[in-house]
């Protein structure tokens, strides 16, 4: 994890400690589902709960000597609680504990990623419902095509949110599973229901056919889907690199009291943290190939995952919480200039507007073909043209005047209809 982009809500739980407590938790909740199925005595359990604990530079002593570092848990956890250590661990094998407290960390980062989502939610649903009429101008290719408005926009963005609210929700289930199957996992040496009892006091259900592991799948999913909320972040941060550009300036990040943008250019109002959420949408994304290739494993089990999942599960965990930590904050703190928008949309005379008029003339009378000659011609001549203006070169021409009134025509440069009927969106997302 870099400590750059760990905030320390998610990092501490993937942390070393945290990891060996996830371990402690589990076989906690194994041995004292054995003690309700009559097979370890409480006296054994209390000690257990009461003495049981680890020193994570003691653990990895251990492990440089015996080269496993289950094992070197166990040893430290048993130099604590002496005699009633031997209940512990009883008919399991070391993924059991690896796995089902990995299953527990995976749910706690779940947990996090859906709470910051949902205050990512409430901000652009909240810029969205003051940028419901504040018009600007819809581009297709990077070009400009014909008016929205920036709530629209903004209610794009907070759709594909709830999307990915949905798939959180999802994952959060699909991780939440664990194992006290033994070696194989087959239960040779365990009963199933210490599994049932262990999962259900840890909040987890017990995976419906693990072999010695849990199926590399479900950690896949969820790397997927973190780099695919990743990829929606990035969407939203292009874009707004996109308008905060110098001859475009409709939005721009905040920039605050003291910033500067460059070492060599003291003007310089730089997007640098939607920039940054842009980069680590890639590291996410570079994680999903490594994901999707430990889901092959030998036989019932190998241990080539594990490395990539030392790295992996914490790495992607950490990266999202802070991407969406930090694209929460641009959304609060974005500049919005209507006054730009307006430019934007009206240059060269608003040629923008050209749909409509092709379509009241062809209302008027004039056939498709020659409306949109008629109409293509005045806009070509006024785009790109210093002084260019698509209007005066339409109310010029004769040919139009004769079939559009003044009246007709002013109604063509109107966003009212571009606006009417975005009713249906606010309500679907509660704008």
Same mark, same amino acid.
């Given at each position: 994890?870099?400590?750059?982009?760990?905030?320390?809500?998610?990092?501490?739980?993937?942390?070393? =400690?945290?990891?060996?407590?996830?371990?402690?938790?589990?076989?906690?909740?194994?041995?004292?589902?054995?003690?309700?199925? *009559?097979?370890?005595?409480?006296?054994?359990?209390?000690?257990? +709960?009461?003495?049981?604990?680890?020193?994570?530079?003691?653990?990895?002593? /251990?492990?440089?000597?015996?080269?496993?570092?289950?094992?070197?848990?166990?040893?430290?956890?048993?130099?604590?609680?002496?005699?009633?250590?031997?209940?512990?661990?009883?008919?399991? @094998?070391?993924?059991?504990?690896?796995? @089902?407290?990995?299953?527990?960390?995976?749910?706690?980062?779940?947990?996090?990623?859906?709470?910051?989502?949902?205050?990512?939610?409430?901000?652009?649903?909240?810029?969205?419902?003051?940028? +419901?009429?504040?018009?600007?101008?819809?581009?297709?290719?990077?070009?400009?095509?014909?008016?929205?408005?920036?709530?629209? +926009?903004?209610?794009?963005?907070?759709?594909?949110?709830?999307? $990915?609210?949905?798939?959180?929700?999802?994952?959060?289930?699909?991780?939440?599973?664990?194992?006290?199957?033994?070696?194989?996992?087959?239960? &040779?040496?365990?009963?199933?229901?210490?599994?049932?009892?262990?999962?259900? +006091?840890?909040? #987890?259900?017990?995976?419906?056919?693990?072999?010695?592991? /849990?199926?590399?799948?479900?950690?896949?999913?969820?790397?997927?889907? #973190?780099?695919?909320?990743?990829?929606?972040?990035?969407?939203?941060?292009?874009?707004?690199?996109?308008?905060?550009?110098?001859?475009?300036?409709?939005?721009?990040?905040?920039?605050?009291?003291?910033?500067? *943008?460059?070492?060599?250019?003291?003007?310089?109002?730089?997007?640098?943290?939607?920039?940054?959420?842009?980069?680590?949408?890639?590291?996410?994304?570079?994680?999903?190939? &490594?994901?999707?290739?430990?889901?092959?494993?030998?036989?019932?089990?190998?241990?080539?995952?594990?490395?990539?999942?030392?790295?992996?599960?914490?790495?992607?965990?950490?990266? #999202?919480?802070?991407?969406?930590?930090?694209?929460?904050?641009?959304?609060?703190?974005?500049?919005?200039?209507?006054? $730009?928008?307006?430019?934007?949309?009206?240059?060269?005379?608003?040629?923008?507007?050209?749909?409509?008029?092709?379509?009241?003339?062809?209302?008027?009378?004039?056939?498709?073909?020659?409306?949109?000659? /008629?109409?293509?011609?005045?806009?070509?001549?006024?785009?790109?043209?210093?002084?260019?203006?698509?209007?005066?070169?339409?109310?010029?021409?004769?040919?139009?005047?004769?079939?559009?009134?003044? =009246?007709?025509?002013?109604?063509?440069?109107? @966003?009212?209809?571009?606006?009417? $009927? #975005?009713?249906?969106?606010?309500?679907?997302? *509660?704008?």
């Amino acid at each position: 994890m870099i400590e750059r982009y760990t905030l320390p809500e998610m990092g501490n739980l993937w942390s070393e =400690e945290a990891k060996f407590q996830s371990w402690l938790d589990v076989e906690i909740a194994a041995t004292e589902a054995n003690c309700e199925l *009559g097979r370890v005595p409480a006296e054994a359990v209390a000690t257990i +709960k009461a003495q049981a604990r680890f020193s994570v530079e003691r653990i990895l002593e /251990i492990e440089a000597e015996v080269r496993h570092d289950v094992i070197a848990f166990l040893t430290n956890v048993n130099e604590h609680v002496g005699d009633a250590g031997r209940y512990i661990h009883v008919g399991m @094998t070391s993924s059991d504990v690896l796995d @089902t407290g990995l299953a527990l960390q995976m749910k706690a980062s779940v947990a996090l990623l859906r709470a910051e989502l949902d205050l990512l939610a409430d901000a652009l649903r909240a810029l969205a419902r003051e940028h +419901k009429g504040t018009v600007m101008i819809g581009r297709s290719h990077a070009i400009h095509g014909e008016p929205i408005s920036f709530g629209f +926009k903004l209610a794009g963005w907070l759709a594909e949110v709830e999307r $990915n609210r949905e798939r959180l929700e999802r994952l959060e289930r699909v991780v939440s599973v664990g194992q006290i199957s033994g070696a194989m996992g087959t239960y &040779a040496n365990t009963d199933p229901q210490v599994e049932a009892i262990a999962c259900a +006091k840890l909040g #987890l259900v017990p995976d419906t056919a693990s072999t010695q592991v /849990i199926a590399r799948d479900r950690h896949a999913e969820y790397v997927q889907t #973190l780099a695919l909320v990743g990829a929606a972040l990035e969407r939203f941060s292009t874009e707004i690199r996109n308008l905060q550009r110098t001859d475009v300036l409709e939005v721009e990040e905040n920039f605050a009291k003291g910033q500067k *943008g460059s070492s060599a250019m003291p003007h310089k109002r730089n997007p640098i943290r939607s920039e940054r959420i842009g980069g680590l949408a890639r590291v996410l994304r570079s994680y999903v190939v &490594a994901a999707l290739e430990n889901c092959a494993l030998w036989h019932e089990r190998d241990i080539s995952h594990s490395s990539v999942e030392r790295m992996m599960l914490p790495d992607c965990s950490v990266t #999202l919480h802070f991407m969406l930590r930090e694209m929460t904050a641009v959304v609060k703190g974005l500049g919005v200039y209507p006054e $730009n928008m307006a430019r934007n949309m009206n240059v060269y005379g608003g040629v923008v507007f050209s749909q409509r008029v092709l379509l009241a003339l062809v209302e008027a009378g004039i056939n498709r073909e020659d409306a949109y000659r /008629i109409v293509q011609r005045h806009s070509h001549s006024a785009w790109n043209t210093d002084g260019g203006n698509f209007r005066a070169n339409l109310e010029a021409d004769g040919e139009v005047t004769g079939k559009l009134s003044a =009246e007709q025509l002013a109604e063509c440069f109107s @966003t009212d209809l571009h606006q009417a $009927n #975005l009713g249906v969106i606010w309500q679907r997302l *509660g704008i």
